[in-house]
């Protein structure tokens, strides 16, 4: 059965970094890729990045000087990490495992908010 | 990057009619290896995360019922949603991954009427 969860802190401050993980099972991330979608309160989706099979990663270029995909194969885990957050970084960070193609699975999502 | 346009923003409906929503890509999504369309609809319902309905913008999801149907090709997509039910009352939002960055639709809040 496949399931991706997020974990992080639910409130970080002004001008700190970021650290979500992922934590996966029923695949491996080294079969199937690995993207990250970033929800804003009441808001839409947001393709935030992703790491592909192979290693290599893709980023929103909007977001690309403050951020980072890296994985650790043997724990089957993803991680996120985005520097110098603002207010408008807040929201829900979904990871969702995907082929060469659409989303069809994710998490349920943490929300984290940046708030002093 | 391929900007996505979804319309309409909202859709008041009363359960048993049909809705359509528009998507709208910047640029085809039409990849001609595959010879397919690269557009994706999902419902997200609230507080919950969004569920995958229909990918090459016309293959239903295993488990979705048949009153979600796609349609388009190239840069105009629909979702057509025939039948409405109270369950069906959601966000829907249109995605492209025909390339990155993969972008999606600003969705469409169907309510009830």
């Known amino acids: 059965q496949v399931r991706l969860k997020e974990s992080g802190p639910r409130l970080v401050q002004p001008s700190q970094t970021l650290s979500v993980t992922c934590t996966v099972s029923?695949?491996?991330?080294?079969?199937?890729?690995v993207s990250w979608v970033r929800q804003p309160p009441g808001k839409g989706l947001e393709w935030v990045g992703a790491?592909?099979?192979?290693?290599?990663?893709d980023y929103n270029s909007a977001l690309k000087s403050r951020l980072s995909i890296s994985r650790d194969t043997s724990k089957n885990q993803v991680f996120l990490k985005m520097n110098s957050l603002q207010t408008d970084d807040t929201g829900t960070y979904y990871c969702a495992k995907h082929g060469n193609g659409p989303f069809a699975y994710w998490g349920q999502g943490t929300l984290v908010t940046v708030s002093s | 990057d391929i900007v996505m346009t979804q319309s309409p923003s909202s859709l008041a409906v009363s359960a048993g009619e049909t809705v359509t929503i528009n998507c709208k890509s910047s640029q085809s999504l039409f990849g001609s290896v595959r010879q397919k369309n690269y557009l994706a609809w999902y419902q997200q319902k609230p507080g919950q995360s969004p569920k995958l309905l229909i990918y090459l913008a016309s293959t239903r999801e295993s488990g979705v019922p048949d009153r979600f149907i796609g349609s388009g090709s190239g840069t105009d997509f629909t979702l057509t949603i025939s039948s409405v039910q109270a369950e069906d009352l959601a966000n829907y939002y249109c995605?492209?991954?025909?390339?990155?960055?993969?972008?999606f639709g600003a969705g469409t809040k169907l309510e009830l009427k």
């Open positions: 995605q492209q991954y025909y390339d990155t960055p993969y972008t």
């Open positions: 790491i592909w099979k192979g290693g290599s990663t």
């Open positions: 029923g695949f491996s991330v080294t079969s199937y890729h």
